[in-house]
């Protein structure tokens, strides 16, 4: 027998017949566990290498009748993730819509290693276990690169611009992240300022794929010699 829906109770009956006209009669009964963990999949992104991250999943009893959870495991728990609050087992959710049919999880990622890593979360109660829920991450090393200026000798007071680079030189793929920029202020008690950065429509923080580049402009004003 195989079950079409295993999230919806079945029932088959089973009628067999010898060659003397006796017949047996048998029912055969499944009772499902028809359970949600959400989100799915749960992504933690990309991590930067040595990073750590933890989220929650929520598990959700569907069914109309209490539901008791004998297990809930990670199907590998060798791919950088661990379950860190679990539930206190056997633990029983209430049926659909009576406020006790959820209870949550923590699951962490922890990027010891570059590459892109998943897991799949299950659940058991007595008639086995199903695993339900997707998990992903990834971790990469992020590599910052700033070009340099030479304004080169420039008559007191001209205004001049220049142009320097952000790059993300990361080989693994590694997002970087720039959460601020400094302004380059002028020595003390002179005005204006010598050098200003324009940032221009940047905004913070700012993300950098792999390879990618921005372009900063900055002025130098020098008001001695």
């Given at each position: ?10 029932r ?96 962490e ?18 008639c ?55 302004v ?28 990618q ?13």
């Amino acid at each position: 027998l195989r079950v079409i829906d295993k999230t919806k109770d079945a029932r088959a009956v089973l009628i067999s017949t010898d060659r003397s006209g006796n017949f047996r009669r048998d029912t055969v009964y499944y009772t499902s566990m028809n359970v949600a963990i959400q989100p799915n999949p749960l992504s933690f992104g990309n991590l930067i290498l040595g990073g750590k991250s933890t989220k929650t999943l929520t598990i959700t009893n569907k069914n109309s009748r209490p539901v008791i959870l004998r297990e809930v495991r990670l199907k590998s728990g060798a791919n950088n993730f661990v379950i860190t609050k679990n539930l206190s087992l056997p633990a029983t959710l209430g049926a659909a819509g009576s406020g006790t049919e959820s209870a949550t999880i923590d699951v962490e990622f922890t990027a010891n290693r570059s590459g892109s890593f998943s897991d799949s979360v299950g659940v058991a109660d007595d008639c086995g276990l199903r695993y339900i829920a997707l998990v992903t991450g990834s971790s990469a090393t992020p590599i910052i690169q700033v070009t340099d200026i030479d304004y080169g000798k420039q008559l007191v007071g001209t205004l001049t611009r220049r142009q320097f680079e952000i790059r993300n030189i990361s080989t693994d793929g590694g997002m970087l992240t720039v959460t601020g920029g400094t302004v380059l202020s002028a020595y003390p008690g002179v005005t204006p300022p010598i050098f200003t950065s324009e940032h221009g429509n940047l905004t913070f923080p700012l993300n950098l794929n792999a390879g990618q580049i921005i372009t900063v402009s900055a002025t130098f004003q020098p008001n001695a010699v």
